[in-house]
């Protein structure tokens, strides 16, 4: 599973995070995934195989686009964080 990391939130929009979740008997952070989940599938449950058709949309509609993929961009930051410790004489 991924992990994501929200930065900058308002003290207040927290405290009625925390509120929320302990009304619902939640964690915070479940309580979180919820909202997010009720957000993006209407508040209702999303079948795998429509998860599956609505990315398999998704890569057909951003196919061509010529950015590099994760793999491409992994290897280019390696290789610029050895030359950076590898020195300017090397």
Same mark, same amino acid.
């Given at each position: 599973?991924? @992990?994501?990391?929200?930065?900058? +939130?308002?003290?207040? +929009?927290?405290?009625? +995070? ?34 599956? &058709? ?7 509609? @951003? ?21 950076? +410790?590898?020195?300017? &004489?090397?």
């Amino acid at each position: 599973m991924a @992990t994501l990391t929200v930065r900058n +939130l308002d003290d207040g +929009l927290v405290r009625q +995070l925390r509120v929320r979740a302990a009304e619902h008997g939640r964690s915070a952070e479940a309580e979180h995934r919820e909202i997010l989940r009720m957000a993006l599938t209407g508040g209702r449950a999303v079948s795998r195989q429509e998860a599956a &058709d609505r990315l398999a949309a998704f890569r057909q509609r @951003t196919a061509g686009r010529g950015g590099p993929s994760a793999s491409e961009l992994l290897s280019e930051a390696r290789a610029e964080r050895l030359r950076s +410790l590898a020195g300017p &004489d090397t």
